[in-house]
């Protein structure tokens, strides 16, 4: 069984503070992905980053970026200098084994204030 | 490019009435498909997922259903709508063959069963 925990339900910032979104996996397969998404109020579900277990590197893109590290079972998502238009649920999600559904974690609503 | 469609975008039903959403891709040759309901509170809980053509695999027992007719069309359906049905349906897909690649999401039927 595979599992997905977001423990921060809701963050506030103010806008260009650094904020960091914790996800924490959970996976018997030693082949998995793990994928952030983001939900603005409009409801879709955007997809921000995919990562294999098999690349500890970390990804910088803009003003995101994201630290995994298999030790902790951890893909942690982080925006540097946020703007009001980050306020979103971020959810962060797993897909292993043969299992071609992704496991979501329960999100994060992050607000940026002015 | 691919495209995901999905309606309608909000709707509301009376309990007992029927159901059906539809989504459809384009873009893209025998995709996963997948239909999420995400209740008050963000949790989005896989209802149905299909591989090909009439291969429906369903996670939750309840009464919805979804069907395949062609392979680029994934319908959800019910004969009978229940209050708890209320919810935000999403729609996505992810490339098939067997890879665990990111699922894209249509922009969300919003149901309220009154």
């Known amino acids: ?40 109020p409009s409801g879709e579900l955007v997809f921000l980053i995919r990562r294999n277990s098999f690349d500890e590197q970390n990804e910088i893109s803009g003003r995101y970026s994201w630290n995994f590290q298999k ?39 992050l607000t940026v204030l002015p | 490019s691919q495209t995901i469609h999905q309606w309608p975008a909000t709707l509301v039903q009376p309990v007992g009435s029927p159901l059906s959403l539809e989504c459809t891709v384009e873009g893209t040759s025998n995709p996963n498909l997948y239909w999420y309901r995400q209740a008050a509170g963000r949790g989005l809980q896989l209802l149905f997922y299909s591989v090909g053509i009439g291969q429906i695999s369903s996670e939750v027992p309840q009464n919805l259903s979804a069907s395949r007719p062609q392979d680029r069309q994934f319908i959800l359906s019910s004969k009978k709508l229940l209050l708890s049905d209320s919810g935000f349906y999403l729609c996505a897909w992810s490339l098939g063959q067997g890879q665990n690649t990111e699922a894209f999401f249509g922009q969300g039927t919003r149901l309220t069963v009154v």
């Open chain 1, 1 to 40: 069984a595979q599992k997905v925990t977001q423990a921060q339900t809701e963050i506030s910032v103010v806008e260009k503070e650094d904020v960091t979104l914790d996800c924490v996996y959970e996976t018997r397969d030693t082949t998995y992905y793990l994928f952030w998404y983001k939900q603005p």
């Open chain 1, 71 to 109: 030790s902790t079972s951890s893909f942690n998502f982080t925006i540097t200098a946020s703007q009001v238009v980050d306020s979103a649920v971020y959810f962060c999600a797993l897909s292993s084994g043969s299992a071609r559904q992704l496991t979501f974690g329960s999100g994060t609503q």
